[in-house]
């Protein structure tokens, strides 16, 4: 059983730092060119059972869907 928290497993309202990513180059570039990468503190502030998450990252707004969301591994902070 795997028991890594991913960005998929944080509630709104939270915010979580990024401990790693786990997928393929192609979406690891993506991630990066957006700011996200390991250690970067992403607030999370939609996060409904569909659809895309709505984050902050750096001060930016952004959606991203739920697959990538699922690869980014995190760890919270403010529990």
């Known amino acids: 059983m795997n028991n890594k928290k991913t960005l998929l497993n944080i509630k709104a309202g939270k915010t979580a730092i ?31 059972s569909a659809g895309p998450l709505l984050l902050e990252i750096k001060g930016t707004k952004t959606a991203l869907g739920r697959g990538a969301s699922d690869a980014i591994i995190v760890r919270e902070i403010g529990v």
């Open 18 to 48: 990024v401990s790693s990513i786990s997928s393929g180059h192609r979406l690891q570039r993506r991630l990066s060119e957006m700011g996200v990468v390991p250690g970067t503190a992403i607030k999370v502030l939609q996060n409904s």
